[in-house]
């Protein structure tokens, strides 16, 4: 049982992982707290969602595109609907920064204002999904996929670990990106001081735009991997909220490894918590999470040191 | 100085952080190439705020900052870097959580291609970096880190390099190494402009000198004749001009 709660927990938390890293972009890099963050995840997924309506068509279910690859439940579809996500979600948040945040960063609007408008985008993103696609939630799949028995009696389904190995390797390629490629160490540079980095020659503007691209992607990536392994539900972005801020937080902010490693705790605390107290109960660990290393450690616990 | 031979020119130049509330007030100043050109004056004279307007990174109210001929004024500082002028700030000059080799990555942003040459040549001007190339630039000491703050400005190729107090918190050994950096700099043809508060330092290595007061220049020339006159020792360089 309990090795099941772990399992389950890294495998959910990698996805939270991929989420989590946008919202410690945007508040490293862009300065403020980004919460229509989790509704571009459900902008991912549902852009997927109607990719793969569109791709199976009416044909029937287990055909085609729609026919299941191995053991997984999806087919050659999904990749090409991950791919559409990922486009459109970046697209959505380079328009939304262009029409709405770089409005208001030219006008010299503080965090907090910033932080509202956030808070506005995230409802209008998420009644326009209410309103295309309706309150019901969806599976990408209704395939029937066995689950594989691993040690310790633990059983995961061929969908959990291809997610997992698809993330490892995403986190793998970022890490590269930020550590080694002109672009990512700008990134990092802006995260730390975007005055001395426009003095050396950044161009912060160009870095506000490719961090948006970054954390969309990631974004649209974790979406579908959300749909792909639980289901799609318009309310799915906010639900994610506060894990997402919690792991970046929790991880410290600017730290991309400290995300990963936050969301990678706060899902198995979930995990574990759900053994002992009522599932209904399980959304409320990340708060308790948040409200601890607020009180004991603000700066998270993999800040980078100054 | 010849108008051929200059490559910084600043004519009434008005900048600050408020347009009501001007801190450099019509400044004229020039620069030629291989030229070291050292600010001077008390504290809150506008002489950071006057090579911070020349950077791009504090506002041009009034006036005209013109480097090789074109406009950069109000340019954004990143503009002002890729026109071949570099900046090293007071504070805050080195990316800290950067190794030291990631700071003059950065240094090299806009360069295309390979940094590889202008590393080795980094690191071979400056070898204590080379010695500390992975660490942290949190790692480093005071002098470690300004010079570490010129190899990165230098990572452009600059024409022109703007040092705003590059001897403050050192040691008086450390200033002596960096004001031997700065004049071999400028040996090679890149021009200096350079705030100084180490007036005694600041002179020995300049070619020439303007003393701000009020954000106003109120006397320029040699360095040789600003360490000689003795109006300016006494009311804006303390007394050692004066005992030399």
Redesign the interface.
């Known amino acids: 049982m309990i090795w099941q709660a772990l399992v389950d927990g890294v495998l959910s938390g990698a996805i939270v992982a991929l989420g989590a890293i946008g919202v410690t972009f945007s508040l490293a890099i862009l300065r403020f707290a980004n919460f229509s963050h989790g509704d571009l995840l459900a902008v991912g997924a549902y852009a997927a969602l109607f990719l793969l309506a569109i791709a199976v068509g009416s044909g029937a279910s287990g055909e085609g595109l729609a026919a299941p690859i191995g053991p997984f439940s999806f087919g050659w579809a999904l990749p090409l609907a991950l791919a559409f996500a990922i486009v459109v979600v970046v697209l959505v948040a380079l328009l939304l920064d262009r029409l709405v945040y770089r409005r208001l960063r030219r006008r010299g609007a503080d965090p907090l204002t910033l932080v509202f408008a956030s808070f506005g985008l995230a409802l209008v993103l998420r009644n326009l999904i209410l309103l295309f696609f309706g309150p019901d939630p969806f599976h990408y799949s209704t395939e029937i996929q066995m689950a594989v028995r691993m040690p310790g009696r633990v059983l995961v389904m061929p969908d959990q670990i291809l997610v997992f190995g698809i993330t490892l390797l995403v986190l793998a390629a970022l890490w590269a990106f930020l550590r080694f490629t002109?672009h990512g160490?700008?990134m990092?540079?802006v995260a730390?001081?975007p005055?001395?980095?426009?003095?050396?020659?950044?161009?912060?503007t160009a870095t506000i735009r490719l961090t948006w691209a970054v954390s969309a992607a990631l974004a649209a990536l974790a979406g579908v991997f959300y749909g792909v392994t639980v289901q799609v539900r318009p309310e799915m972005g906010i639900n994610l909220l506060l894990p997402l801020f919690t792991a970046a937080i929790l991880g410290g902010v600017g730290s991309v490894g400290g995300a990963v490693a936050g969301a990678l705790l706060i899902s198995l605390c979930e995990n574990l918590a759900a053994l002992v107290i009522p599932g209904t109960y399980k959304p409320m660990v990340p708060f308790v999470l948040l409200l601890l290393v607020l009180f004991f450690r603000p700066a998270g616990l993999f800040a980078?040191?100054? | 100085m010849s108008a051929a031979a200059t490559m910084l020119r600043g004519e009434g130049v008005v900048a600050g952080y408020r347009r009501d509330l001007p801190i450099v007030h019509r400044a004229d100043f020039e620069l030629a190439a291989g030229e070291v050109l050292v600010l001077l004056g008390p504290n809150g004279a506008g002489k950071s705020t006057l090579v911070k307007a020349v950077a791009g990174v504090v506002a041009l109210f009034a006036g005209r900052i013109a480097f090789e001929g074109r406009d950069i004024g109000n340019l954004p500082p990143h503009r002002v870097t890729a026109g071949g002028v570099a900046f090293v700030p007071q504070t805050d000059n080195v990316f800290t959580s950067l190794s030291v080799e990631e700071n003059l990555r950065i240094g090299g942003h806009l360069v295309k291609g390979d940094l590889g040459p202008r590393l080795a040549a980094a690191f071979e001007r400056f070898p204590d970096l080379a010695r500390h190339r992975r660490a942290p630039g949190r790692a480093l000491s005071g002098g470690q880190r300004q010079m570490l703050a010129i190899a990165r400005a230098l990572m452009t190729a600059p024409r022109l390099l703007l040092l705003d107090e590059p001897s403050a918190g050192l040691s008086p050994r450390m200033v002596t190494e960096v004001f031997d950096h700065v004049r071999r700099i400028a040996d090679s043809g890149i021009g200096v402009l350079m705030v100084e508060q180490n007036v005694r330092a600041g002179l020995r290595i300049a070619d020439r000198g303007l003393v701000l007061v009020n954000g106003r220049i109120a006397h320029s020339g040699t360095a040789q004749a600003l360490r000689d006159d003795p109006a300016v020792a006494q009311l804006y360089l303390g007394k050692f001009a004066v005992a030399s």
């Open positions: 002109r160490i700008a990092r540079s730390e001081n005055v001395l980095s426009g003095i050396a020659g950044v161009d912060i980078p040191a100054r």
